[in-house]
Structures are given as structure tokens and as C-alpha cells.
């Protein structure tokens, strides 16, 4: 192409050059307008969670968790007397001044070094979460293996939460466990979670499982029995002393040598106790207030259904509830279905023999002898 002059060249060339220029412009924006309407997306729904999040730590009542630890669910009769209790993941409570201190550093050398110094959650444990939560999802898991829960963590699950491994119970996990160090302070944390703690066998709490495996109160735990326990919270079945006494021995071993690593005790004083004989001692009674089962069954489904509670609530939160409950009727009950002479054989046509009925108000009618209600 000719060009006329020099100046109709260099407008030529300035015109594609600005061309070009508002081009690159143009792309640039589109570009920066994905990015930002990315940004505003991602913003959203992570504000969205956190508010919902706040939402489920807010009403977790979280204010009446030491209290219903503490105590269990009461049922009282028709004269206002308490006529058994519900026992359920419950032990003995213990205060923390009567849990031995080599228990304390047992656990926290083993569960959570630096419970003393978090808020309830461990960044490190979040990242470790997050990755094996991106890991077990390229393999094609829907759950969360592990995630380095503190203390607080672990207290909240068992009291509030599933033990199901997702990352939306673990997000909650989180919330709760900050709002719980909102409303106690950390030795009250540690003995909710001593307290509350699982040490298999249907065992509950440091001061049943001290009896259970050893035949001593939680205050007269050993080094070395104390390291037995806590090696037991991340498997209490496996590491049963009872049970699996070679397994559970070296367990210990590795528990105290965390505590020598966590400077709760000398390195020669690790070495001593790890080469001490393990000696179990089952002194444990379990004395069961569930004294009208029965009865208690139909107490129990009459609040599941009339309140909408869980059965775990009922038998956790340490309720009062007040039956129509006559004790002596009851007694008189349970003393006929325990004589083998009141129930005939099965009839000839097959029918089983008929024992009890629930008439739907806690009242029981009999029907294999006198049809006596209760």
C-alpha cells in the first residue's frame, strides 16, 4: 500500500497501534471482571457459612454443658420421689483437684500440647484436615481421616456432634469448640473432657476407668497407669489393658515417652517406667439407677416423641422428669414376669404367650395372667 505522505502513514499506524492497545485493554477488564466476580462468589458463601456456623455455635447451649455432665437424667413418681436415674456416657465426676496430675500431663503430653495456649482449635490441625479432606476426596472418601483435634474438639464431638468424619461436622466442631472457651476456663474444659472421656468396656470418665483397670480412685493413678489410659483414648478396644494387655503395654510405652518428650518427666524416669510390669485390677461396680426398665423405656419415647428430643439428649442432659410412676405396683410387676410359673407354654396353634402392653401413658397392663393394670 502507498501512502500519500508520510503523515498518512503514521496515522495509519497509529490507528492499529491504538487498535491493538484497546484490544488488550478490553480483554484485560473481561479478565479482571472473572476474577473479581470470583472473588465476590467466594466471599459470599464463605460469609454465608460463617454465619451459619455462628448460628449452630450460638444455640449449642453451651452454657449447661458442665452442668449436664455432671449430673444424669432423673426420673421422679407420682409423689414427687426419685425413683431411678438414666446412666449413659456418664462415669463418677471427679474434680480436676482429685484427678492425679500425672493423669493431666498423661493426656495433654499424648491429645494436646498446646491446649494451654489455643482457642479451642489448632491452625496446624485445620491445614492437616484440609489436606487430608482434599486427599480422601481424589480418592473418592466422603469422610475426614484424622485432622490433630485439641482437647476441646474432642470434648465437643462427644457432647454435641456425631462422630460421623465429614467436613461440615468438623467446621461446626470448630465453632463450638471457641464457644466453649467463651464460657469456661481451660481446667474446666480438661475436666469436662476427663470426665466425659471413653475407656471402653462401657466405661465413662477417668475415675471408673482407674477403678475399672486398675482398682485405684483417679487421684492415686501412676505414671505409668495414667500413661495406660491415656494411650487408650484413641483406641479404646485395642489398647484395653484388660484385653489386649501386650498391645496396651506398648502403648503406654509410647504415651511416656511423649511425656519425657513434653518434659513432664526425666528421660531416666521414662526408661524406669516403661519397664514396669503392668498390673490390672478390676475393682469396678457398676450400680445401675435404671431400676424399672420398662417403664423407663416408655418414659424415654414418650419425651423422644412429645419434645422432639434425641435419645441421647434424654439420657445426657441430665433432666427431671416427673412420672405417673406408682414404685410399688412397678416392683410388683416386674417380681410377676420374674416367675417362670405365671407364663404357659405357647399354644398349640404356635401363639406366643403374651406378657406386656404400654396402654400409651406409662401405664402397663398385664396380659398373660390377671390383666391387672398398673
Request: charge should be positive.
Amino acid at each position: 500500500m502507498k501512502y500519500d505522505s508520510w503523515i498518512d502513514l503514521i496515522k495509519e499506524r497509529t490507528k492499529k497501534t491504538w487498535g491493538h492497545i484497546k484490544n488488550w485493554i478490553k480483554r484485560k477488564f473481561w479478565r479482571y471482571q472473572i476474577w473479581r466476580w470470583l472473588a465476590v462468589i467466594f466471599l459470599s458463601v464463605f460469609l454465608s457459612a460463617s454465619i451459619y456456623l455462628i448460628f449452630v455455635a450460638k444455640t449449642a447451649d453451651v452454657g449447661n454443658l458442665k452442668a449436664e455432665l455432671e449430673q444424669s437424667t432423673e426420673i421422679y413418681d407420682h409423689q414427687g420421689k426419685k425413683a431411678g436415674y438414666l446412666y449413659s456416657q456418664k462415669g463418677t465426676w471427679k474434680s480436676l483437684d482429685n484427678i492425679s496430675i500425672n493423669m493431666q500431663n498423661a493426656v495433654l503430653s499424648t491429645e494436646d500440647r498446646n491446649f494451654y495456649h489455643e482457642y479451642g482449635f489448632s491452625f496446624k490441625g485445620i491445614g492437616r484436615a484440609g489436606v487430608l479432606y482434599l486427599k480422601n476426596k481424589l480418592l473418592g472418601r466422603s469422610y475426614i481421616s484424622g485432622g490433630g483435634s485439641t482437647l476441646t474438639q474432642q470434648l465437643v464431638k462427644n457432647a454435641f456432634l456425631s462422630q460421623e468424619q465429614t467436613f461440615s461436622r468438623k467446621a461446626k466442631e470448630i465453632f463450638i469448640a471457641m464457644q466453649v472457651e467463651n464460657e469456661y476456663s481451660k481446667k474446666e474444659i480438661l475436666t469436662m473432657y476427663l470426665n466425659n472421656a471413653y475407656f471402653g468396656n462401657g466405661v465413662w470418665g477417668v475415675e471408673d476407668a482407674a477403678k475399672k483397670y486398675f482398682g485405684v480412685s483417679a487421684s492415686q493413678l501412676s505414671v505409668a497407669q495414667a500413661a495406660t489410659l491415656a494411650g487408650m483414648l484413641t483406641n479404646p478396644s485395642g489398647f484395653n489393658p484388660l484385653d489386649h494387655p501386650q498391645s496396651s503395654k506398648q502403648r503406654r510405652n509410647v504415651v511416656i515417652d511423649l511425656m519425657a518428650e513434653n518434659e513432664k518427666i526425666s528421660t531416666a524416669q521414662a526408661k524406669v517406667y516403661k519397664e514396669q510390669r503392668m498390673t490390672v485390677n478390676d475393682a469396678y461396680h457398676y450400680e445401675s439407677g435404671y431400676k424399672y426398665p420398662y417403664y423407663f423405656d416408655a418414659v424415654i419415647n414418650e419425651a423422644i416423641k412429645k419434645y422432639g428430643l434425641t435419645e441421647s439428649q434424654v439420657m445426657n442432659r441430665g433432666y427431671k422428669i416427673y412420672t405417673s410412676l406408682n414404685q410399688n405396683y412397678q416392683s410388683s410387676l416386674q417380681d410377676s414376669f420374674a416367675d417362670s410359673s405365671l407364663f404357659p407354654y405357647d399354644a398349640e396353634d404356635g401363639t406366643e404367650a403374651q406378657s406386656i402392653g404400654c396402654n400409651g401413658s406409662a401405664n402397663w397392663r398385664c396380659s398373660c395372667c390377671c390383666g391387672r393394670t398398673f
